[in-house]
């Protein structure tokens, strides 16, 4: 395997994982320098993969794919001299539809076709939930298929229309996908960013001297120095180039949007921006939720690190009880430690996490994560402190119950797997060993990010569906599968 290529490991098999990240530059020198560095700010939300594509007048499109992070792949002079260009795309990829957790280079964005009019570039984060109908739909039309990824069917759809222009194209081909979708893509001179109609998945605009920035999250804006001008509207397309500026419109049927409130809990980094709001201090507000819900007595409030830190604080603020660090990450180990032996997965969470045995030593400990899927590393961890010596354990969840899969772009074990999809909560505690078990409420989780009077249940404000069930769009190719959707109330 190769030294690049991110490993499993038992920590990380039992999050819900980030679905891809995109970025697009256009109008500055050297434009695939401003998508790595947007990219490797970008990592979280993927690491198996990450793919480069940039136009130069001279050289035309040229493309890199690679397997592993941006750093081992996108910082080398040999690389980055090979992609020249003032225009440009990139995808950092982990896999939610296709072959899921086994990329091929074949899978890696961006997607590249060759119209009448010129060539085009896509990038995609998000997931098409009839992508297996349209796939069968444009094989027996004559379509060849080069990946196992539902983005490549926005290509093919595109390469049918008969719009005369890219973005013509593009509009006529995202009418007739289902799902969530944030796009960047590119022409020869044009950069294209597209928001689904019910704005599921970010997409943010920037601004860089006389160049214009696409991006994921705002920290990716703020990595290469660019100003934040605006987010991507729901149901947006925005066509931008060098000479023109930004061209906005909207070529979808206007609906109430339902951005995914994951974003808010786990997948966005703290430093982002989202809906005008710190990340930070949305996930501290959810802490103080849940220590407002879920009080109970104990010595210290630690985090599970790091995606549990701000709401730990906020839950300490709110609760009175002392902050600590009760458990340490090993910053360095990232995921391509050694191939892990069988000695050493029994190690399990041992590896990335260490408790501080000093400080745990006959506290009571409430120990604040963002979410419970599987279970599996939260007894893990829990077992942790007891050994070393903790006296009560416990668990303060920063989400509510994850009882469904997510069909949007976010990789989800199947729904019996999920732990709350088969247990209530005090099940969940007996079987996770803790002294006491809460997850905030969906209400309280609405009011931590603006919502005072919490979720309206005839019209919410977000995406939920991974704890109620509510699924915005049908998901049509699993319908198809057999899935069974939430019975009607």
């Given at each position: 395997m190769s030294k690049t290529m991110p490993l499993a490991h038992p920590f990380d098999d039992d999050k819900l994982k980030e679905e891809c990240g995109i970025f697009g530059a256009v109008g500055v020198a050297d434009a695939a320098n401003f998508v790595a560095l947007g990219l490797h700010a970008l990592q979280h939300r993927g690491q198996e993969a990450g793919g480069i594509v940039v136009h130069d007048?001279?050289?035309?499109?040229?493309?890199?794919?690679?397997?592993?992070?941006v750093r081992d792949n996108f910082t080398s002079h040999e690389v980055m001299q090979t992609?020249?260009?003032?225009?440009?795309?990139?995808?950092?990829?982990?896999?939610?539809?296709?072959?899921?957790?086994?990329?091929?280079?074949?899978?890696?964005?961006p997607f590249f076709g060759e119209f009448s009019m010129g060539g085009a570039a896509i990038a995609h984060n998000g997931n098409i939930t009839n992508a297996d109908?349209?796939?069968?739909?444009?094989?027996?039309?004559?379509?060849?298929?080069?990946?196992?990824?539902?983005?490549?069917?926005?290509?093919?759809?595109?390469?049918?229309?008969?719009?005369?222009?890219?973005?013509?194209?593009?509009?006529?081909?995202?009418?007739k996908v289902e799902g969530a979708f944030s796009v960047v893509a590119m022409t020869r001179t044009k950069l294209i960013g597209v928001r689904d109609p019910l704005g599921v998945r970010p997409l943010v605009l920037g601004k860089l001297g006389d160049g214009y920035m696409l991006a994921s999250e705002t920290c990716?804006?703020?990595i290469v120095g660019a100003e934040f001008l605006r987010e991507i509207e729901p149901g947006e397309m925005v066509v931008i180039s060098a000479k023109s500026g930004v061209?906005?419109?909207?070529?979808?049927?206007?609906?109430?949007?339902?951005?995914?409130?994951f974003e808010h809990v786990y997948f966005s980094r703290p430093d982002s921006i989202l809906g005008g709001r710190s990340v930070y201090e949305t996930r501290e507000n959810i802490g103080r939720e849940l220590a407002k819900e879920s009080p109970v007595e104990a010595d210290l409030v630690c985090p599970v690190p790091d995606s549990g830190t701000p709401a730990a604080i906020g839950f300490s603020l709110q609760s009175g009880i002392p902050y600590a660090m009760g458990i340490i990450r090993n910053q360095y180990m990232g995921r391509t430690f050694?191939?892990?032996?069988?000695?050493?997965?029994?190690?399990g969470v041992r590896l990335k996490l260490n408790v501080n045995r000093a400080l745990i030593r006959n506290k009571r400990i409430i120990l604040v994560d963002d979410s419970v899927v599987r279970g599996t590393t939260s007894r893990k961890i829990k077992d942790m402190l007891l050994d070393a010596g903790a006296a009560e354990v416990h668990f303060r969840i920063a989400s509510p119950p994850t009882a469904w899969p997510c069909f949007y772009g976010v990789d989800t074990p199947q729904r019996e797997k999920l732990l709350a999809a088969t247990m209530t909560e005090d099940e969940m505690r007996d079987h996770?060993?803790?002294?006491?078990?809460?997850?905030?409420?969906?209400?309280?989780?609405?009011?931590?990010?603006?919502e005072a009077e919490g979720r309206d249940s005839k019209a919410p404000?977000?995406?939920?569906?991974?704890?109620s069930g509510e699924y915005p769009v049908a998901p049509t190719d699993m319908i198809e599968k057999g899935f069974q959707l939430k019975a009607a109330e």
């Open positions: 007048p001279v050289h035309g499109f040229n493309s890199a794919r690679r397997m592993g992070y992609l020249p260009g003032n225009i440009g795309i990139g995808h950092v990829r982990y896999s939610t539809a296709g072959n899921k957790g086994q990329t091929a280079i074949r899978d890696v964005q109908a349209l796939r069968r739909e444009l094989i027996e039309r004559g379509s060849i298929f080069q990946s196992s990824s539902d983005s490549e069917c926005i290509i093919h759809l595109m390469a049918r229309s008969m719009g005369r222009t890219i973005p013509d194209r593009m509009e006529e081909a995202l009418r990716a804006l703020d061209q906005s419109h909207f070529p979808f049927r206007r609906r109430q949007s339902r951005f995914c409130i050694i191939e892990p032996s069988e000695q050493i997965r029994n190690m996770l060993g803790v002294d006491s078990l809460k997850f905030i409420s969906l209400d309280g989780l609405y009011r931590a990010v603006g404000k977000y995406c939920d569906a991974c704890f």
